[in-house]
Antibody
Framework: EVQLLESGGGLVQPGGSLRLSCAVS????????MSWVRQAPGKGLEWVSG????????YYADSVRGRFTISRDNGKKTLYLQMNSLRAEDTAVYYC?????????????WGQGTLVTVSS | QTVVTQEPSFSVSPGGTVTLTCGLS?????????PSWYQQTPGQAPRTLIY???TRSSGVPDRFSGSILGNKAALTITGAQADDESDYYC??????????FGGGTKLTVL
């Protein structure tokens, strides 16, 4: 059974930093790309960032480029999102998702999410 | 910046058929965008319904179908049920590792 479990969310002040983690099981983590998707309270889903299976290629939405860094540890089967210079508008539930890439492109499994609140 | 458009809301009667669409602020949606569709109920993680325009994800009932209609991607629900009342999101792959979600459609079954 595929499982993705996010952690690391919490309350942080504007301008602060936070690192999210996503521990996975049930599939060969090192063979698949992964992504982070977020959802602000009462709003829609927004793709945030993606990373290739090897970690050699990373991708970012314009809204987070330069502030967020995605990474992975294939040995630990864990995906990370380092979030710096956080803003109020980064407040959201952050989901990690297994990302199928290479024709087709889609998200096939999702975690339950972790809430990040940016507020003073 | 490219915007992916969806109807904000839609309603359907139980047993009825509804088609939700996914378009672009500029241009037409084609299979080259690998449209995918996700269902989300409040407080829950998204669930993958359709990928690559019209392929159902594992376990998704065949009353959910995907297609290209005109210049948009479409999700059709045939024989709507009460538990289909959810938010539905499309995603288009823009190339260069970038995926963009539509704003979502809130579907009411009544």
């Amino acid at each position: 059974e595929v499982q993705l479990l996010e952690s690391g969310g919490g309350l942080v002040q504007p301008g602060g930093s936070l690192r999210l983690s996503c521990a996975v099981s049930g599939f060969t983590f090192s063979s698949y790309a992964m992504s982070w998707v977020r959802q602000a309270p009462g709003k829609g889903l927004e793709w945030v960032s993606g990373i290739s299976a090897s970690g050699g290629s990373t991708y970012y939405a314009d809204s987070v480029r330069g502030r967020f860094t995605i990474s992975r540890d294939n040995g630990k089967k864990t995906l990370y999102l380092q979030m710096n210079s956080l803003r109020a508008e980064d407040t959201a539930v952050y989901y990690c998702a297994k990302w199928v890439v290479g024709r087709p492109f889609y998200f096939d499994y999702w975690g339950q999410g972790t809430l990040v609140t940016v507020s003073s | 910046q490219t915007v992916v458009t969806q109807e904000p809301s839609f309603s359907v009667s139980p047993g009825g058929t509804v088609t939700l669409t996914c378009g672009l602020s500029s241009g037409s949606v084609s299979t080259d965008y690998y449209p995918s569709w996700y269902q989300q109920t409040p407080g829950q993680a998204p669930r993958t319904l359709i990928y690559s325009t019209n392929t159902r994800s594992s376990g998704v009932p065949d009353r959910f179908s995907g297609s290209i209609l005109g210049n948009k991607a479409a999700l059709t629900i045939t024989g709507a049920q009460a538990d289909d009342e959810s938010d539905y999101y499309c995603v288009l792959y823009m190339g260069s590792g970038i995926s963009v979600f539509g704003g979502g459609t809130k579907l009411t079954v009544l």
